[in-house]
């Protein structure tokens, strides 16, 4: 028979679990939530210039990067072709110029591999109107993919010259599509093509603060519906998950978990289809 002081531990021993999972499931919510957005948590744009602040990280991407266990396999990416990243930015939104009755198809030049995308420009025209002035103003030439999640959700994140996470275009694009029907269950599907932003996941004013940054979904990923899907992968799927078999290595400088691939976009290219 359990005596009353038995059951006391065994009570406590319980609860002290609960909690203990309680906690771990915040982490864990916390990490998928944070690592998609850019490093910089809000942008404020006055007389041209941008201001980063960095709450909206909170820890997540430390946390990834602390947990990130650097690879050993050897680059299986070429040198990136000759070139410097772009230093453009843009006080404004650029005019809306694309067809929502259309689609645009994308090649993605990149030392580990072509990428193939198509986008949706009749679900997100702002965001697919930007990433196309973006790409033919060359603003993804030569710029670095920096941040590689292969643990909790899998994306490969692009998009910025600094490779820093910080990167901007000078202006934010609002959120679209968060609704599509191809975001069930909470988990944006291997072949997403989504914008990064920094929402915080509390405040309203951090939404609609897409800019340049995108990122590749390779696997199945759970995620909150609050980045804007805008198109599909079409080809290189096998060209990302090589870059994620290659692993990644904590930067403790940029917060980020960069694949340890030299993953360089050489040329974007889009064509309207």
Request: proline letters at 7%.
């Amino acid at each position: 028979m359990v005596s009353k002081d038995q059951r006391r531990r065994q009570l406590a021993r319980e609860k002290f679990e609960r909690q203990r999972e309680r906690r771990s499931s915040a982490r864990r919510k916390a990490k998928r939530r944070n690592v998609i957005v850019a490093s910089a948590a809000a942008v404020a744009l006055a007389a041209g210039a941008a201001a980063y602040a960095s709450a909206g990280l909170a820890g997540g991407d430390d946390r990834a990067a602390a947990n990130a266990t650097p690879s050993a396999a050897p680059d299986p990416c070429d040198r990136p072709a000759k070139g410097a990243p772009s230093t453009k930015t843009w006080k404004k939104e650029p005019a809306m110029s694309v067809d929502t009755a259309a689609s645009y198809s994308v090649k993605l030049a990149t030392t580990c591999g072509e990428i193939g995308l198509k986008l949706d420009a009749g679900k997100a025209p702002h965001t697919v109107n930007s990433f196309a002035f973006l790409a033919r103003q060359g603003y993804f030439d030569h710029s670095r993919c920096h941040r590689l999640v292969d643990q909790g959700i899998h994306v490969l994140q692009c998009g910025d010259p600094t490779a820093t996470g910080k990167g901007t275009p000078g202006y934010t694009l609002p959120d679209e599509n968060l609704k599509d029907p191809r975001l069930k269950g909470g988990v944006y599907p291997a072949g997403t093509v989504a914008m990064a932003n920094t929402y915080d996941g509390q405040n309203e004013k951090t939404r609609n603060s897409g800019g340049s940054q995108f990122f590749l979904v390779y696997q199945d990923s759970e995620l909150p519906p609050n980045y804007t899907p805008f198109g599909t992968i079409t080809g290189g799927l096998d060209v990302l998950r090589k870059i994620a078999d290659a692993g990644s290595t904590p930067d403790p400088q940029t917060r980020n978990t960069a694949p340890t691939a030299t993953v360089v976009i050489d040329r974007a290219t889009v064509k309207k289809s």
